[in-house]
């Protein structure tokens, strides 16, 4: 009998101690635990691994966390959880203006941390069975002709080319193309994208937004896809159609 893949985690951590303590914790708890102590590490092991999610420090020596999400971000859409003692409003727009997935402050709860993790792969997995049972084309959405497919996870362009989204941005564009013409505060975007408690501030959300229009607008100072309702949240105007198929 196949024996199952464990999910596959990357903590990059200067810190010996927590990479130490993660490495025996979430293994504990089934999960395969790869450690790095800084950017060369992390880089030279994305060659040769594949990765579910990374954990990764920000205040490191080097290249911080931030300068790191942003170059794994340029070749992957692996999830980023980012780690910082600075826990600052500030801090957190910067993380997901560079493609990090979500965001927990040091000290941190091993518990906590465990949780977010399997909400990532959790949503992967769920992606993978719907490609997997062959029902993808009823999660394929079109708008303004732009295809949005949900089991490829991927966008694709009138032109026919696909867009780059990293995770947090494809689960944003997806909630708001399955609710067109309806007024989504951000609090009901943060549960339909995350569930996630501590991206609990209005500016995530607008963050996230302004980095999908700059790449489905055509002018995204004047948006005509995405509008933003005064003191209401935003409102996704395009006419969407659910179930047209993509050309491979």
């Not at 880089?43 to 794994?72: E, K, N, S, Y």
């Not at 910067?94 to 941390?113: C, H, Q, S, T, W």
């Not at 949780?115 to 009823?138: F, H, K, P, V, Y």
């Not at 009901?188 to 607008?217: A, P, T, Y």
Request: glycine share 6%; net charge neutral.
């Amino acid at each position: 009998m196949a024996t199952a893949r464990l999910p596959h985690i990357l903590v990059v951590d200067d810190d010996r101690q927590i990479r130490t303590m993660l490495a025996r914790y979430l293994g504990d708890h089934g999960l395969r635990v790869t450690m790095a102590a800084d950017g060369r590490e992390m880089m030279a092991l994305f060659g040769g691994h594949q990765f579910d999610v990374v954990i990764l420090d920000v205040m490191m020596p080097g290249d911080d966390g931030f300068t790191l999400c942003q170059r794994l971000r340029a070749r992957s859409t692996v999830p980023i959880i980012l780690l910082t003692a600075r826990d600052t409003e500030t801090d957190r727009v910067i993380g997901l203006e560079l493609g990090a997935d979500d965001y927990v402050p040091k000290p941190f709860n091993p518990r906590e941390l465990l949780a977010r993790i399997r909400a990532a792969l959790r949503r992967a997995t769920m992606m993978r069975e719907r490609a997997d049972s062959g029902t993808a084309i009823q999660h394929r959405y079109r708008f303004d002709d732009w295809t949005l497919d949900l089991a490829r996870r991927s966008l694709v362009s009138p032109r026919g080319a696909r867009v780059d989204l990293t995770t947090g941005e494809f689960d944003l564009l997806a909630a708001l193309v399955q609710h067109p013409h309806h007024v989504l505060s951000r609090d009901q975007l943060l549960d339909l994208v995350h569930g996630r408690s501590n991206l609990n501030i209005d500016r995530s959300i607008d963050v996230q937004i302004s980095r999908l229009r700059r790449k489905i607008e055509e002018d995204p100072q004047e948006p005509m896809l995405i509008k933003t309702v005064r003191n209401g949240g935003y409102v996704f105007t395009a006419r969407v159609t659910a179930g047209t198929p993509i050309d491979d």
